[in-house]
């Protein structure tokens, strides 16, 4: 057995959550994913109005589940931030499998839960991002925040838009989201090194 294979006493694990959470890689990846979506609901958002609920959906869920793995992993933020991006993670997935579920409900309902999730999304952000002075990104995040608080108080104000115009302006979130999320993923990735 080489000196390698041995974990000093009193040494600490790497936890895989923790570094599934802390990975630039993973986050990068949502950014363009999510970019790439928003792209194609701009340019054709006659022919994407039904796919996109279910892809909205899709990432609605996945977003959720990912919210929830970073509060999990991390374990260097307080309590109250921990279970508020869990919260948001929940809000998410259950947001998100609705989505996939009645893809036919009418606008409005969709318009409502998006702009819910919205609100809700980009205060937690924002107070979030706010509350760490000392994080990386953390001005990305804010801007994160306040864009999804302010797409989501449009929504709700205008909940009859046509389903051609919410999906154009889905797009438009998506793809500015999209980047912010790439950058933040270069900035964890410049922290890590």
């Known amino acids: 057995m080489g000196t390698s294979d041995v974990t000093p006493p009193g040494a600490r694990q790497p936890d895989r959550l923790e570094t599934i959470g802390r990975s630039w890689g993973w986050v990068l990846f949502f950014g363009i994913v999510t970019f790439a979506l928003g792209v194609l609901v701009i340019t054709r958002p006659v022919d994407t109005v039904f796919g996109v609920a279910v892809f909205i959906g899709i990432w609605l869920f996945v977003s959720g589940v990912f919210r929830i793995v970073l509060a999990i992993a991390d374990r260097g933020d307080d309590a ?10 929940l809000l998410s997935v259950i ?17 409502v839960l998006l702009g819910i999730f919205w609100v809700v999304g ?14 990386a990104g953390r001005g990305i995040r804010i801007v994160m925040g306040l864009l999804g608080f302010v797409a989501g108080v449009v929504t709700l104000f205008i909940p009859g838009l046509t389903l051609v115009v919410l999906a154009t302006f889905m797009g438009i979130w998506l793809v500015c989201y999209g980047l912010l999320q790439v950058f933040a993923a270069l900035a964890i990735r410049t922290l890590t090194r």
């Open 122 to 135: 980009g205060l937690i952000e924002f107070f979030e991002a706010y509350s760490r002075t000392r994080t």
């Open 95 to 111: 947001i998100g499998l609705f989505f996939i579920r009645h893809t036919f409900q009418t606008v409005a309902t969709l318009a």
């Open 80 to 89: 109250g931030n921990r279970v508020l991006v869990t919260l948001l993670g």
